[in-house]
């Protein structure tokens, strides 16, 4: 067996460099510019604006509530605290704080354009790429442990059917009692662990959580009643030691992630639906019809299911429920076919009273992204229109202005995955270096007039199937050996057996 070319060197080093020269290739800002490094000097002295000012009548102080985080064991961005109040009879109130990321952003400011350029934090194997710096996103508008800190608060009654009965959306002041992280507490509401220690030492937060968790639940529940997809995947992440890459693991989805991804497709709703009862024009986040119902229905009858011949979401949910219960090992595989085939999603302007497509695998109308200024720019673009709308203000974006953004957000989105995905193929390479001519079991992932792609079924490894590949489409189940990598261009070819 051949020995890694790359043995003697820092693999996260290597990774770094691919990363950066991947951003400056797809027109994306690796670093932040002088103009931002002189504004955070300007912004420092008002750290008061945003810990502890109460100039503003409007801001409610929310501190004594039962907040917390759950969020990645290593994130340091955080942009979301959640918390239950169970005093209605026939409702929860779930409230959902946003940080107030524009309180020091300000538009047209060096640190925002740098922040509109990229669009979105960079994730890579090898270093977060932040979109602001990190002096706020893990700082000064990051909801960190025990900082008074400003939000913008959505507040929705939901009923035990998970029916959002009302919804307000208002300012506030709140404090972080707990930074969870999504592995300790879903091993604790699965009845696989004991409570996180951050839990066990903030008297009633135990409770909260699990009245949490119910709701949220109940609001999965009518979701997928509603056509909502049921959709595993498994992201790789990278291990290091010193340096040095070990592995890549799958992170799977669970009752914690459940959680907050529950509870921030309904804080989204009603910050759509909010702006439109403003009459405020929109950025939505939308996945219209399938690019390729055809396949998907294919699919579907290999595994002896049928669907109709338009798509439907709701048929296809309950396809994809009886195929997670009759293999559960290989959903993910699944789930990974049917996701290419529903195609990306992308970000469109809403005119006040015309609609927007909705978005077909949340099976929901109204869907504005609006929960992580932190890491996405359209986020703090909802922001601004929610509190100029607050505020009785004009919006500060016409519709035009609008529209122009969400395609810019759409295509630098798409870049940031591009070079995400890129670094993670560059990494998988570094590991399979040594191990060419080896065969696999693999999943046919895409199919185009660019190449065939396949992804190893014993580890998140997806390459180039670049011989055999004749007949082959998204979902077959294929043995390849490997051929080829290139560490620096993140290449991994197969050939099919």
């Known amino acids: 067996m051949p020995s890694s070319p790359h043995t003697d060197q820092q693999h996260r080093a290597i990774l770094r460099r691919i990363a950066e020269r991947a951003m400056v290739d797809r027109g994306l800002l690796p670093s932040f510019s002088a103009a931002v490094t002189a504004e955070l000097q300007a912004i420092r002295p008002s750290l008061s604006a945003i810990d502890s000012s109460s100039d503003d009548g409007g801001v409610r102080d929310l501190r004594a509530l039962l907040w917390a985080s759950i969020d990645n064991d290593d994130s340091r961005d955080l942009d979301q605290l959640t918390v239950a109040d169970t005093r209605s009879k026939n409702t929860v109130r779930i409230l959902v704080a946003i940080a107030d990321v524009d309180a020091l952003v300000k538009e047209r400011s060096a640190i925002d354009d740098h922040a509109q350029h990229n669009t979105t934090s960079v994730y890579t194997a090898a270093e977060i790429f932040p979109m602001l710096p990190e002096m706020l996103s893990t700082n000064l508008t990051s909801l960190n442990p025990d900082e008074d800190r400003l939000a913008v608060v959505v507040d929705m009654a939901v009923a035990e059917d998970g029916s959002v009965q009302g919804s307000d959306v208002y300012r506030a002041r709140v404090r972080n009692?707990?930074?969870?992280?999504?592995?300790?507490?879903?091993?604790?509401?699965?009845?696989?662990?004991?409570?996180?220690?951050?839990?066990?030492?903030?008297?009633?937060?135990?409770?909260?959580?699990?009245?949490?968790?119910?709701?949220?639940?109940?609001?999965?529940?009518?979701?997928?009643?509603?056509?909502?997809?049921?959709?595993?995947?498994?992201?790789?992440?990278?291990?290091?030691?010193?340096?040095?890459?070990?592995?890549?693991?799958?992170?799977?989805?669970?009752?914690?992630?459940?959680?907050?991804e529950d509870f921030m497709i309904a804080a989204n709703g009603v910050t759509a639906r909010y702006l439109a009862s403003k009459n405020f024009a929109s950025i939505r986040r939308v996945v219209v019809e399938p690019k390729r119902w055809d396949r998907i229905v294919e699919l579907a009858e290999t595994r002896g299911a049928k669907l109709p011949a338009t798509p439907d979401s709701m048929a296809l949910d309950a396809f994809l429920v009886g195929a997670r219960a009759a293999d559960p090992l290989r959903f993910a595989d699944l789930s990974l076919a049917v996701i290419k085939l529903l195609g990306a999603g992308e970000y469109v302007a809403e005119r006040p009273g015309v609609a927007a497509p909705g978005h077909f695998g949340l099976a929901v109308k109204d869907y504005a992204h609006s929960t992580a200024p932190n890491r996405r720019y359209p986020d703090l673009i909802t922001q601004r229109l929610v509190k100029a709308a607050l505020a009785g203000r004009a919006a500060p974006y016409s519709y035009a202005e609008l529209d122009v953004l969400a395609r810019h957000f759409t295509v630098q989105e798409d870049a940031a995955n591009k070079v995400e995905r890129q670094v993670a193929k560059s990494a998988a390479a570094l590991l399979l270096e040594s191990r060419i001519g080896e065969q696999f079991d693999a999943l046919i992932t895409g199919t185009s007039n660019k190449g065939t792609w396949a992804r190893l079924l014993a580890m998140p490894v997806e390459g180039r199937v670049v011989r055999g590949f004749e007949g082959v489409d998204v979902g077959d189940q294929i043995r390849v050996q490997l051929a080829a990598v290139n560490v620096d261009r993140g290449f991994i070819d197969f050939t099919k057996l």
């Not at 008297?203 to 968790?213: H, I, P, Y």
């Not at 009518?222 to 040095?244: D, M, V």
């Open 177 to 260: 009692r707990a930074k969870l992280a999504y592995g300790s507490v879903a091993a604790w509401l699965e009845g696989r662990g004991a409570p996180p220690a951050e839990i066990a030492a903030t008297e009633g937060l135990a409770a909260n959580l699990r009245v949490q968790d119910q709701v949220a639940q109940q609001l999965r529940a009518r979701r997928h009643a509603q056509g909502a997809l049921s959709l595993e995947t498994i992201r790789a992440r990278p291990t290091f030691e010193n340096g040095h890459l070990l592995g890549l693991e799958g992170d799977r989805k669970n009752r914690a992630t459940e959680l907050i």
